[in-house]
């Protein structure tokens, strides 16, 4: 099946069975690793993605949900060669450590603050609650997205 959607900025269109994973037509077909598979059951968040602004499992996604749709992935944060204000706020906090989780952190923290761009750090937790880290206590993670808040203008120092 041809399916057609705009990814990381580009229209795309991918011929691939409608029902295969839609992180392996990301990770396999177009050559995005960034977005990682741990799980396979929508319980860790490595598979992480953007669709139409908001955070989505793509191990749970089939390449026809898809269709139509506006996809951003780790690799499409960036803009004009910069890193996106969280990406950097993780580097600069050390919230990143081996890595495998870090583009989903990093979507979902995208995702939390578009909506809510003073969070408190429960709230930051809240919104970061499907991802799982194996490498840390998470507080270098939590920092990171407190610093992007106000980083990028929107958050309120505390």
């Known amino acids: 099946m041809k399916i057609s959607f705009y990814l990381n900025g580009k229209d795309t269109c991918v011929d ?15 050559e995005l690793t960034g977005t990682k598979e741990g799980c396979g059951a929508g319980e860790c968040g490595a598979c992480t993605i953007l669709v139409d602004g908001h955070v989505r499992l793509s ?21 004009n060669g910069k890193v996106h204000p969280v990406q950097e706020a993780f580097i600069e906090n050390g919230a990143v450590q081996c890595g ?22 429960e709230q930051i937790r809240e919104g970061l609650s499907g991802n ?27």
């Open 16 to 30: 691939v069975p409608a029902d295969r994973k839609l992180v392996s037509v990301l990770r396999e077909d177009l």
């Open 100 to 121: 495998f989780c870090t583009p989903g952190m990093v979507l979902a923290a995208v995702d939390l603050l578009d909506r809510n761009p003073d969070p408190t750090r």
């Open 59 to 79: 191990c749970l996604m089939t390449a026809a949900q898809a269709q139509g749709r506006r996809i951003t992935t780790i690799e499409g944060l960036a803009e």
């Open 132 to 158: 799982l880290c194996r490498c840390s206590g998470y507080v270098k993670i939590v920092d990171a997205v407190e610093a992007a808040a106000g980083k990028i203008g929107r958050g309120k120092s505390r």
